[in-house]
């Protein structure tokens, strides 16, 4: 490369749990720059899970979103004419965003009243490991293991 590497923009801990991974996903689930309105819906959301669990809804919710958060992925390369779907391993920072968009693609698809209520099912349904965005992490998961015999091109 000739240019140097950008530096990482440092994100600040979240002001009620004080989890940087908080303020990651909220930043994700933030429209228009309405960061505010973000956060009261996460922290709605995690209020709902923990009232009908009866246990730490932050907790629940780390848990959920490491059981929607894939290991391997499939990428498309031309080898000769043919293209193939290679699987490779994810790297850690990709990971987790995958898994928070993921996440927050299916709770907004839901069919609850509220942003917070179809974000605290979705929570509530990764946890449990149902739901679309846990399908999706499967479905990811299936696909590179039938493409396991183009591992080989890897790059």
Known sequence: MRKSKPKKRIILPDPKFNDVLVTKFVNNLMYTGKK???????YDAIAVVSEKTGEDGLEIWKKGLNNVTPNVEVRSRRIGGA?????????????????????????RKRHEKTMSAKLAGEIMAAYKEEGAAFKKKEDTHRMADANKAFSHFRF
């Open 83 to 107: 293209t193939f779907q290679i699987p490779s391993e994810i790297r850690p920072g990709r990971k987790s965003s995958i898994g928070m968009k993921n996440l927050i693609l299916y709770s």
């Open 36 to 42: 505010n309105l973000a956060f009261q819906i996460f």
